[in-house]
């Protein structure tokens, strides 16, 4: 089993008070592709697909939920499979309200001999529905396409809240398959069945791809978006000061990082966790902007992972997702790469924010 090996200095903005592998006692499988979300009440739920190993690709995904801030946890249930597909979250939980919850779901058939990044040769991104916190679902719906080829309504920090009522998410898609990748953001409002409208794009580039993405309101009002570019492995961000509507040329950020999550401090600085795609630096990083995104700093790192780990199509670690549990407290989840036997396990982590 890979146990946790945070490591991150006594002068960070974010403390680990505790950290442990989730479910360790199944083996020979896959969990991964998180994604938290919390209620009103302080119920937590957690999604992740999980996929039998041994090179198997069918999985499922499964929702679990804990009522005493991450302690202990349900037994894990499906919630969405299909039957020789592997199945995932495509931007998993966007809880809008305790009352209305969605959960974006989807499926593809990885095809190998394709290569690239991301070798899929078929796929659907749908969304489920919750009325009641959780405990049911409906059916997926009809897909959802923003891009011509795939749609992902990715985006870990997902929904924000504006001022006319709406909400924002962060998107990504293709031109083709696995063809000019390009990320930007979607509306949707209550009063229209929460449509998406067609993207606004902060990042695209013929020779260049951008998915990845989040974003984070900053304490003077203004989004910022963090996006993963695959060519040169450098992330790049923006900003808007309308809500998402129009946003800045894009910059390079620093860092090496894909799956990102922004999450803002109490201080109002804002945090990146990421896979980090240095080489020399495998794993979940962190890296720290005290300034709205103008200039980054590396922090330290949530997992460090062998500079050998299988960096490879459907066995990336990464995917981590954030939310607070109280005012002064977060709770973190990752996945790692593939142990010796094949097992990729979730790690949650007990954050304290010290800024």
């Not at 894990?76 to 809008?96: D, E, H, S």
Request: glycine residues 10%; proline residues 6%.
């Amino acid at each position: 089993m890979i146990d946790p090996n945070p490591s991150l200095p006594d002068d960070a903005p974010i403390q680990v008070v505790s950290a442990r592998t989730l479910f360790p006692d199944d083996h020979g499988l896959h969990r991964k592709l998180a994604s938290l979300a919390r209620l009103s009440t302080g119920r937590l739920l957690l999604t992740f697909a999980q996929t039998e190993g041994g090179g198997r690709l069918e999985s499922s995904v499964t929702l679990t939920h804990s009522d005493d801030d991450g302690a202990s946890w349900s037994k894990p249930r499906a919630v969405y499979g299909q039957p020789g597909w592997t199945c995932i979250n495509m931007g998993g939980l966007v809880p809008f309200s305790d009352d209305f919850i969605r959960l974006i779901v989807g499926r593809v058939k990885i095809d190998f001999s394709l290569g690239g990044d991301e070798p899929f040769s078929d796929w659907y991104t749908g969304f489920m529905d919750s009325r009641d916190g959780g405990q049911t679902w409906t059916e997926p719906g009809e897909e959802i396409k923003l891009f011509p080829l795939w749609t992902e309504v990715y985006g870990q920090s997902n929904p924000h809240p504006l001022s006319d009522g709406r909400f924002m998410l962060a998107a990504m898609g293709t031109m083709g398959r696995d063809e000019q990748w390009h990320a930007g953001v979607s509306f949707c409002d209550p009063a229209r069945d929460f449509a998406l409208t067609p993207p606004v794009i902060i990042a695209n580039d013929p020779e260049r791809n951008y998915s990845d993405i989040d974003a984070v309101r900053l304490d003077d009002g203004r989004f910022l978006a963090v996006v993963r570019e695959h060519n040169v492995k450098k992330s790049v961000f923006a900003h808007s000061r309308d809500e998402g509507k129009t946003w800045t040329p894009i910059r390079y950020t620093g860092f090496s990082g894909s799956n990102v999550k922004l999450q803002r401090l109490r201080s109002g600085a804002v945090i990146c966790i990421y896979r980090d795609e240095d080489p020399d630096m495998r794993g979940v990083s962190v890296s720290l902007t005290e300034d709205g995104g103008e200039s980054w700093k590396r922090v330290g790192q949530l997992y460090s992972a062998p500079r050998d780990a299988d960096h490879v199509p459907n066995l990336l670690c990464g995917y981590p997702d954030a939310v607070y549990t109280d005012d002064a407290n977060l709770l973190a989840v990752l996945h790692t790469y593939p142990d010796a036997h094949d097992n990729m396990y979730l790690h949650q982590f007990h954050l304290r924010d010290v800024s």
